[in-house]
């Protein structure tokens, strides 16, 4: 809601791996200044991203510039901004792209002698279990407690009974 109402978006990290909120601006069609900062360069393209150093009188020298262009024109508009950041990013593909990590990780473990996989073959409870002589049963009731509550939380407050927030669309972004 207050994305839609800005025109550049300013992201001044020190450290970042993946910034959700420079996607999140991009996709509302903002233009996102933000420090060149650990993956941030490989998370959207240059044409909506400007990134600046991370000493502050440069990203102010940075943002000014930007703004500059801004007003002559020259930043591609908010709707072809909001339309190729949207692009890069499906959720469908982005669970894909996790999920064959993941599974690239354990077959990999898989194969490693002693890894978690042959440590403790079969279910999670049973790996809980085996973690160790105390610990390893206080995890379990842990897990066996969260569980419980789940269900009884469940039965008390079905959800069926939640009401789902409609989804407002905003006349400036249509």
């Known amino acids: 809601m207050f994305l839609v109402k800005g025109h550049i978006f300013l992201n001044m990290s020190l450290t970042e791996a993946f910034c959700t909120a420079i996607v999140e601006a991009a996709c509302c069609g903002l233009h996102v200044v933000s420090t060149g900062v650990g993956g941030v360069p490989e998370v959207l393209p240059p044409e909506v991203m400007t990134l600046a150093p991370v000493d502050p009188a440069q990203y102010l020298l ?7 262009k801004y007003q002559r024109g ?85 959800k069926d009974s939640i009401d789902v927030c409609p989804q407002l669309i905003s006349s400036e972004t249509k």
């Open 62 to 68: 940075i943002v000014e510039d930007v703004i500059g």
């Open 74 to 158: 020259q930043i591609i508009n908010r709707k072809e901004t909001s339309e190729l950041a949207s692009g890069i990013y499906r959720w469908q593909d982005v669970a894909c792209r996790t999920q064959t990590v993941y599974d690239n990780i354990f077959k990999r473990d898989a194969l490693r002698e002693g890894s978690r996989k042959h440590d403790y073959p079969g279910h999670p409870q049973r790996s809980l279990w085996n973690i160790g002589l105390f610990f390893g049963k206080l995890a379990y009731l842990i897990a066996l407690w969260n569980i419980l509550v789940i269900r009884l939380m469940d039965k008390f407050f079905p």
